[in-house]
């Protein structure tokens, strides 16, 4: 069983950066598709930033292109979502998720295995 859990989340101004993490413990295979999702308010749930483990290959929706960056840190189990030029519309609850299956790429939210809880990013005024 994967557990993963996210943090790094906070209030930052329009325009600003904020790191997320997600930590996993128990990953046993060794290739998975991890990806970060978000739900805004009254929204779906929204794939924004994937990554295969295996080949570190990346791939974005398009509102967040050239603004996030997905990576990994194999040494220490750990996904990293880093973003920049924050916009009011980034805010949302942030989940991080695996799947050990070969979807490619992971943005749809039925294609996961495994949740975070979530960590929330607000625009402050």
């Known amino acids: 069983q994967v557990q993963l859990v996210e943090s790094g989340g906070g209030s930052v101004q329009a325009g600003g950066s904020l790191r997320l993490s997600c930590a996993a413990y128990?990953?046993?295979?060794?290739?998975?598709?991890m990806a970060w999702f978000r739900q805004a308010p009254g929204k779906a749930r929204e794939g924004v930033a994937a990554i295969n483990t295996g080949t570190s290959s990346t791939a974005y929706t398009a509102s967040v292109k050239g603004r996030f960056t997905i990576s990994q840190d194999n040494t220490k189990n750990t996904l990293h979502l880093q973003m920049n030029f924050l916009k009011p519309e980034d805010t949302a609850m942030y989940y991080c998720?695996?799947?050990?299956?070969?979807?490619?790429?992971?943005?749809?939210?039925?294609?996961?295995?495994?949740w975070g809880k979530g960590t929330l990013v607000t625009m402050s005024s």
């Open positions: 128990g990953a046993t295979y060794s290739s998975y598709c």
């Open positions: 998720a695996a799947t050990y299956r070969t979807t490619w790429p992971c943005l749809l939210d039925y294609d996961m295995d495994y």
